[in-house]
């Protein structure tokens, strides 16, 4: 599995700004696909995730209601929808693909898109 993020980028604040995390490949199991981001200085934190088949998703308190995450399943893309973005949204997200099997999860990432919201 392998995954390749991008749509990052310098934005305002209160502007929307649209993350896309493709997948080439696929794990066997039960797929979830999740964002996560990375501040300066600081470790690297959940944003949410998505159920690939069943639709189900979660967000943390910090973006839940502005971010969204959706999936085209025909192209095997996850988008991260950034809704009123502020500056404490800057970071580089990472897109994660885990595939939960008899076996144990697995887990794959992507390489990061930066993004940066000015005040």
């Known amino acids: 599995v392998q995954l390749q993020a991008s749509g990052g980028g310098l934005v305002h604040t209160g502007d929307s700004l649209r993350l896309s995390c493709a997948v080439s490949g696929r794990a066997v199991g039960d797929i979830i696909m999740g964002w996560f981001r990375q501040a300066p200085g600081r470790e690297r934190e959940f944003v949410g995730f998505?159920?690939?088949?069943?639709?189900?998703?979660s967000y943390s308190t910090p973006v839940k209601g502005r971010f969204t995450i959706s999936t085209d399943d025909a192209k095997k893309i996850m988008y991260l929808q950034m809704n009123s973005v502020k500056p404490e949204d800057t970071g580089v997200y990472y897109c994660k693909y885990t595939a939960v099997s008899w076996s144990g999860p697995f887990n794959y990432w992507g390489q990061g898109t930066q993004v940066t919201v000015s005040s």
């Open positions: 998505r159920h690939w088949s069943g639709g189900a998703t």
